[in-house]
């Protein structure tokens, strides 16, 4: 298991999943959310990916009836809501049991969060301590159930509520054990201090406005360094660039990932994905596949 996906925030050992809810109808922004560029992909891959390369077991995407949906990171599955129109209460209930009997708990998150940082997820998923059924985030002033961790187990809470009627997220919390994360006790954990210090995880995009500020925003920094036959011209000395991909990454590096080229993300997990997510600090280092990586 790589170190990025980091299982020590598993009370006990347990597994985490990752939910991603894409059924949303999108009204304010007028247009898909899932289907918006971000950076050579889009925003539902950004999002699947963040939690692919974070948590330790399977991440699952929430469709409504009949959505299409663009490419997805391998290895993410689709689950599709049966029901449409119940909002992100019937979404939740469909992603945690399609994980339930392979993890016992799950970081949830709507797709238009396109800043949400790894560390962010490991800090949530960390205070699902046993005895708690929800870790939920109020930050930046709100309560933030489409950023949050829940016990798988809480299926069955939900679809219930959902069939008396109860169809607003914070109904969930009248029924099980929550443990509310302030600003500052997301941020006492030094890795999310150091990488998002304003909790720009949790900023989301409604409105067409939102998403021209959002994409125009600079990349994140990330240290990148080459080695073996590609490290010409001081190559191996790490240097900080700006790169939203892993793919922008390699071109920084006057480099194209193919069967010669290969990635390691922060030491350890081997890929060729181009479009993979990068965040403010990571490392990438990129080898010859020819000379056995």
């Excluded at 939910?19 to 999108?26: K, N, Q, T």
């Excluded at 979404?91 to 940082?117: K, N, Y």
Aim: proline residues 7%.
């Amino acid at each position: 298991m790589s170190a990025t996906q980091d299982v020590a925030y598993h009370a006990g050992m347990e597994t985490a999943a990752g939910v991603v809810l894409a059924g949303g109808r999108s009204t304010r922004m007028g247009q898909p959310k899932a289907w918006l560029e971000w950076h050579g992909s889009t925003l539902l891959y950004r999002a699947a990916a963040v939690l692919a390369r974070t948590v330790d077991g399977p991440v699952v995407v929430v469709a409504a009836p009949g959505q299409e949906l663009p490419p997805l990171p391998s290895g993410v599955s689709v689950v599709e809501d049966p029901v449409e129109g119940l909002g992100p209460m019937q979404g939740l209930a469909v992603g945690l049991a399609a994980v339930a009997d392979r993890a016992e708990t799950a970081f949830v998150c709507s797709i238009d969060m396109p800043f949400l940082h790894p560390a962010f997820v490991r800090r949530v998923l960390r205070a699902l301590s046993p005895g708690t059924d929800v870790a939920l985030p109020v930050a930046r002033g709100f309560r933030q159930p489409l950023a949050a961790g829940y016990r798988t187990a809480l299926a069955g809470l939900v679809t219930d509520l959902l069939a008396e009627g109860d169809l607003r997220p914070g109904m969930i919390f009248k029924h099980c054990a929550v443990a509310r994360l302030s600003d500052e006790e997301l941020l006492a954990d030094a890795e999310l201090a150091r990488h998002d210090p304003t909790l720009e995880s949790v900023v989301n995009l409604n409105s067409p406005d939102d998403y021209a500020a959002a994409r125009d925003r600079v990349p994140p920094e990330v240290m990148v360094e080459c080695f073996g036959a590609l490290a010409r011209n001081g190559g191996h000395r790490p240097r900080g660039v700006r790169a939203a991909t892993l793919g922008a990454a390699a071109a920084s590096a006057g480099l194209t990932l193919n069967r010669h080229v290969v990635a390691a993300l922060n030491g350890d997990q081997v890929t060729r994905d181009e479009a993979l997510p990068l965040v403010t600090g990571d490392t990438v280092a990129f080898l010859s596949a020819d000379a056995g990586g």
